[in-house]
């Protein structure tokens, strides 16, 4: 099992330039997370998506998107990049939203926007 | 406030004890968690307390928990140089935030050799 993958691993984007980040799960999780993770602070939720179907906004959801493709794959767009945007960002996946199952997260995207 | 709250670092030497320490803010939280990251890489759960809990054992890791005061410890016994990365504690609040994870920004540990 590769449990949670994404891609790309890095990226560097001007300011205005759009991209999508791809997070995929072979879990057969049911509920899937955006997580950013900038210096010196811990991880703050952007989106989740509790089940295939549904997506709901998190702590910091300004200036992002999101889209539950099936119950593998959770994308997060970024429209208009902003040097703010700049941060690593993890993808998680759970078998369920709350309860005692841990998240599971990806290897993380590097961010630079200029 | 809403924060859980670590020491950004910690330095021991190797085959010394660890401990990390982490106040949480929610009472009524029902899980919580130490997750490790080493450089360049993902959060790798390492071990979770349910809050009816005192204490949990598994290997070299340690956990207490003190309800009383919302302290959280994580004790490493034996610490190794492969032990040397980013840990975080994080706190699954109960209501409506339970699908949330809150955490804590994480302490650096350094193991000498």
């Known amino acids: 099992n590769a449990g949670v993958t994404q891609t790309p691993k890095f990226q560097v984007l001007k300011t205005g330039q759009s991209m999508t980040l791809q997070c995929a799960q072979d879990?057969?999780?049911?509920?899937m997370y955006w997580y950013r993770q900038d210096p010196g602070m811990g991880l703050r939720l952007i989106y989740y998506s509790a089940s295939e179907g549904t997506t709901d906004k998190g702590e910091v959801p300004n200036g992002y998107n999101v889209s539950r493709l099936n119950k593998r794959e959770f994308s997060l767009r970024l429209e208009s990049a902003a040097p703010s945007q700049t941060s690593v960002y993890f993808c998680a996946s759970s078998p369920q939203i709350g309860g005692q199952e841990t998240q599971y997260f990806g290897p993380g995207t590097r961010l630079l926007v200029l | 406030g809403e924060d859980v709250e670590q020491s950004l670092f910690l330095s021991v030497r190797e085959g010394d004890s660890s401990v990390i320490n982490c106040t949480y803010t929610d009472s009524s939280s029902t899980y919580l968690y130490w997750y490790k990251q080493e450089p360049g890489a993902g959060l790798q759960l390492l071990t979770y307390?349910?809050?009816?809990?005192d204490m949990k054992q598994d290997q070299r890791l340690t956990v207490l928990l003190n309800k009383k005061d919302k302290h959280l410890s994580l004790r490493i016994a034996d610490t190794q140089t492969g032990d040397s990365a980013i840990y975080f504690c994080?706190?699954?609040?109960?209501?409506?935030?339970?699908?949330?994870?809150?955490f804590g920004k994480g302490t650096k540990l350094s193991v000498i050799p």
């Open positions: 879990m057969n999780h049911n509920s």
């Open positions: 307390i349910f809050s009816n809990m």
């Open positions: 994080a706190e699954r609040r109960s209501g409506a935030g339970s699908y949330q994870l809150t």
